[in-house]
Structures are given as C-alpha cells and as structure tokens.
C-alpha cells in the first residue's frame, strides 16, 4: 500500500501524516511530497525519517492512493497525471469540488456514491464538513428548507503564513502580511477572495458545496464568513427553517445518536462547543440549540470542529479507509 501525501509540509499535510498513523492505515510505502524548496528535507512517520520527494518522482512510484493538499493549481495539473497511474487521488483544494463528473464525499454522509472508478475524489471545505454532519441527519427527518450561516473561522484555515501574521503580531514583530488588516484582536469578514455580488469564495463554497453533499439544491442558503484569532477550529452559528415541524427533544436525541457528532448542549452548565476544546478531536461538536420563536419551523444551532482534523485531513484518511475497505486497492 503505497501512499503519496502532497504537501506534506504544509498545516493539513502534517496532520494527514499523524491522522494516517493514527488510523493505522496500512501503509507499506509512504510517499511525501512537497515543493523544491523542501529539498533535502525529511518528515517523520511511525518514528522513521523519511525523504520528501518532488511530484514527478512520487508519480514515477506509482503510488495507490495519493492525498493532495498543495492548492488547487497543483491539483489541477497533477491529480490527473497520478489517476491515469490508476492511483486514487483524494483532494483537499477546492480544484474539483464542484467538478459535475467528480464526487465530493464526506464519508459518514455519501460515501457509498463511490465507485471504482472515481479515481479523482474530491474532500469538501473545512467549514462545509462541519456544516452538513449536523444538517444531514436532521434534513433527512424534517427536509432543510433554508440556511442562514454566519462562520467564524480559525486562522489555521488559510495556512501557516496567517497564524505566522498573528503570532509576530501578538508579540509586537513584524512580518508579511497574509491578511490585508491586522488580525489580532479583530475580526475580518473576509474569508478568501470577493466575488460578484459581493460574496467571498468561502460564502459561496458554503452555498454550492452543501447542495451537492445533501443532493438537494432546493435548499435556500446564504452565508456571511468571518475570520477570527482562534487556532482551535471554526465555529458557525446556523439558523435552520425546515419544511416541517419538530419538537427539540427530539431533535436532541437524533443528534446524539448520528456519527461523529458530539451534543453538548447544556447551557445551564456552562456546556457548549468552543475551539478550544474541539482542537485535536475528530467529531464535530453541536449545542446553544433553540427554537428560533420568530420564523415557522426554525431552529438555532452553534456548531464547531477542528478545521485541520475533520475539516480537512481527518476526513481525507476517512475516504482512504472506505476505499481500501471496498477493495478498490
């Protein structure tokens, strides 16, 4: 079982590797790979030091899984030249995300739409994963009907030049510049690159990827994405309208019931998801859960997980378990 990992240097690409060991997945060969500038270097796996490689030779190995995390344009050229080698190709950039011949997989959700001959898999964004493991086990009772999602997201979402900005910026350095405002002790609802219509990339992503996981493109969303000084994960307050009533209890018990959800849902004790205590876990933590009193069949949700874990490498090596499991390889 040889297994490329394509920016293994990056923030995902460092946790792929310990999510991979973690997991135990059965790794014969590993594989990293990073940009020439990493040349020379070597990254540790199951307490070995282990060479990085360049694209072109870890395409010459061969590998039979390869999980991307190098940015889109890396993806875009690459991942097809690692398919046509018959490996299959998890990617973590928003490449092929909405690509209509590729499938966009979080596994407790869709995972049985894969095939054999999905060799391109793509891995949805970080605040997508969170968003849609706490939907879909409602949607599938009560139909989602509309969305209103505000995000407050980890900095570690847009890589290690950020948090380098905040930290230089916390102990009153200086440094590039990756955001265009200071970041410490602000908040900037600017997440990725503004579009027409005034949304950013990330707003839109939320839209476009939630309709293509749930296969339901009825559902009315719209979102507002909002960077903030946290290094735990993302947090999203979400308002849900669905097409028929509910009662709470019951929507409590669903979802202490569905995989890779964690409830903590009491107020009364201080109990509610935060990114500090969601940093280095899997699941995806739910709570602040109230009947919104001024719409019809409306509920409140506050939702957080790991954006570099779920929302990123842990959902990747997820794939790469159910295909092994499968016997594609």
């Known amino acids: 079982m040889k297994i490329a990992v394509v920016g293994v240097t990056g923030l995902v690409g460092s946790i792929m590797l310990k999510v991979l060991e973690e ?33 072109a030779d870890a395409l010459e190995k061969k590998p039979d899984i390869a999980l991307f995390s190098a940015g889109g344009g890396v993806s875009l050229e690459w991942a097809p030249k690692f398919a046509n080698t018959g490996a299959y190709v998890i990617d973590n950039s928003s490449a092929w995300r909405m690509d209509k011949g590729k499938k966009l997989v979080v596994p407790e959700i869709n995972s049985n739409i894969l095939t054999k001959d999905d060799h391109i898999i793509a891995n949805p964004n970080c605040s997508t994963i969170q968003l849609v493991m706490a939907l879909n086990p409602l949607h599938e009772k009560y139909r989602v009907k509309r969305l209103v999602i ?13 948090v380098r900005q905040m930290e230089n ?39 476009n990827e939630t309709h293509k996981i749930l296969n339901d493109h009825t559902i009315g969303i719209t979102a507002t994405a909002v960077r903030v000084p946290v290094e735990g994960g993302h947090s999203e307050s979400v308002n849900v ?21 964690v409830l903590q849902d009491t107020p009364n004790e201080n109990l509610y998801p935060m990114p500090v205590t969601s940093y280095g876990k899997d699941e995806v933590f739910v709570g602040r859960l109230r009947r919104d009193f001024s719409q019809k069949n409306s509920l409140n949700m506050w939702i957080v997980s790991d954006n570099l874990r779920k929302g990123a490498a842990t959902n990747a090596v997820q794939i790469v378990e159910y295909i092994i499991g499968k016997g594609f390889v």
Request: proline share 5%.
């Open 169 to 207: 910026e916390r102990e009153g350095g200086s440094s590039e510049k990756f955001y265009p405002h200071v970041i410490d002790k602000n908040c900037l609802p600017h997440c990725d690159v503004f579009q027409e219509g005034g949304y950013t990339k990330e707003e839109l992503k939320l839209v």
């Open 150 to 162: 505000s995000t407050y997201q980890s900095i570690t979402g847009s890589g290690i030049k950020a």
């Open 23 to 55: 997991k135990k997945i059965p790794v014969t060969e590993l594989i990293p790979v990073a940009s020439d500038k990493s040349k020379g270097k070597n990254v540790v796996f199951h307490g070995k030091q282990i060479p990085l490689s360049c694209l």
């Open 241 to 261: 309208e669905f097409e028929t009533d509910f009662e709470m209890d019951e929507i409590r018990g669903i979802l202490s019931k569905s995989q890779g959800i």
